[in-house]
């Protein structure tokens, strides 16, 4: 398997993840139709929802369908895959300026786990997030 094959199937992983992570996560009770949601929030959080599967798709074509050994390609698609990652920690780093937070109350939670004898909570997007930008940057490093 060469690199550029690789490189390419790393940004196919991260771009479906994407596309697929968010009809899963946002459309159910927890965001879609929380009742404590605003409607417009909840309209915003449906319209995000069905816009990352059709970015991922034309990503995954970029890749994949549409002359794929083709250098500048690649980079697009993987600029289109990195600008959610981007505009997600914009939002954790200011989240003080709109009073935003990484969960809520009646929402999805964060994860519990063990570290020895201290129950520590993770945030499962943080870790998502900082997962798919290191595939992002090696698949660049690999290309």
Not at 37 to 63: C, K
Not at 73 to 97: G, N
Request: avoid cysteine; charge should be positive; glycine fraction near 6%.
């Amino acid at each position: 398997m060469s690199s550029p094959f690789l490189a390419r199937l790393m940004v196919t992983a991260v771009a479906a993840g994407q596309g697929i992570t968010p009809l899963f996560i946002d459309l159910n009770r927890t965001h879609a139709t929380n009742p404590l949601w605003t409607g417009h929030a909840r309209f915003h959080v449906v319209q995000q929802a069905f816009w990352y599967p059709a970015a991922a798709m034309a990503e995954i074509a970029m890749l994949w369908l549409i002359l794929p050994g083709t250098r500048s390609l690649f980079y697009l698609a993987t600029l289109l895959t990195a600008l959610p990652i981007a505009a997600f920690l914009i939002a954790v780093f200011t989240r003080s300026t709109y009073d935003g937070t990484l969960h809520d109350p009646n929402g999805v939670r964060p994860a519990r786990i063990r570290i020895g004898r201290e129950i520590r909570e993770i945030e499962i997007n943080i870790v998502l997030i900082i997962a798919g930008a290191v595939v992002l940057l090696i698949a660049l490093l690999i290309f």
